[in-house]
């Protein structure tokens, strides 16, 4: 089982709707960040928390350290949020990121 | 503009060939990363360096090789060793290591026949 599980793995939605990527770990954490990955491959990074939430524009992201559980928030879809988003934490044993197999999003016109 | 750039962004090797990957980094970051993207899987790190002329093996590290001679630069050797070269290659950065964010290259693919 891996360390770190994303749900779903793919996500076809309309423009406009409000949209939770689930992300669930199995090992104590330092930190948790969110990335997005664009159809070219490129990989930008959108949040990093370790407890409570952040708010950027129209993306949000939780974190519950005691459930290990953590959810990005997109309102208000558009057809450019589609992506590919990534999970990614840091164990607390060391500084190096394990990542999640990703979340295809598809948001349609 | 401060960011990391790789090059080529697509290569094409013959199979027994050792290629080079480039990255280069202006951010002043003391680490940097190397990670494979196959699909449908997870990142996966193959070696990191924590500061000049320091590197460590990752998770998959059997077929590759690095340098960390200066600060902004992290080349990454895939030789003939390595048995599935054919993948994306990331490189990232951040200003340390434990509780920084990494910025990323925009990833190099490569090719192996």
């Known amino acids: 089982k891996n360390e770190v599980e994303q749900s779903p793995q793919n996500l076809t939605a309309q423009e406009g709707e409000f949209i939770t990527i689930n992300c669930s770990y199995s090992?104590?954490?330092?930190?948790l960040h969110w990335l997005q990955q664009h159809p070219g491959g490129g990989i930008v990074s959108l949040f990093m928390l370790s407890s409570g939430k952040k708010k950027h524009g129209r993306l949000i992201a939780t974190i519950n350290i005691q459930e290990k559980h953590s959810s990005l928030h997109i309102t208000a879809s558009h057809p450019r949020d589609s992506a590919v988003y990534i999970c990614a934490v840091e164990k607390t044993s060391g500084s190096r990121l394990t990542f999640g197999e990703g979340t295809q999003l598809t948001v349609n016109p | 503009d401060g960011g990391i750039t790789q090059s080529p962004k697509y290569l094409f090797r013959k199979e027994g060939q050792n290629v080079t990957l480039s990255c280069e980094q202006n951010?002043?970051?003391?680490?940097m990363y190397w990670y494979r993207q196959d699909p449908g899987q997870g990142l996966r790190l193959i070696y990191y360096s924590q500061i000049v002329n320091d590197f460590q093996k990752g998770d998959i590290a059997e077929g590759y090789s690095v340098s960390r001679e200066k600060k902004e630069s992290f080349p990454l050797t895939v030789t003939s060793a390595q048995k599935n070269p054919t993948a994306f290659y990331l490189c990232?950065?951040?200003?340390?290591?434990?509780?920084?964010?990494?910025?990323f290259g925009p990833g190099t693919r490569l090719t192996v026949t």
């Open positions: 951010l002043n970051h003391d680490a």
């Open positions: 090992v104590g954490i330092s930190a």
């Open positions: 990232a950065s951040s200003a340390g290591t434990g509780g920084f964010e990494q910025y």
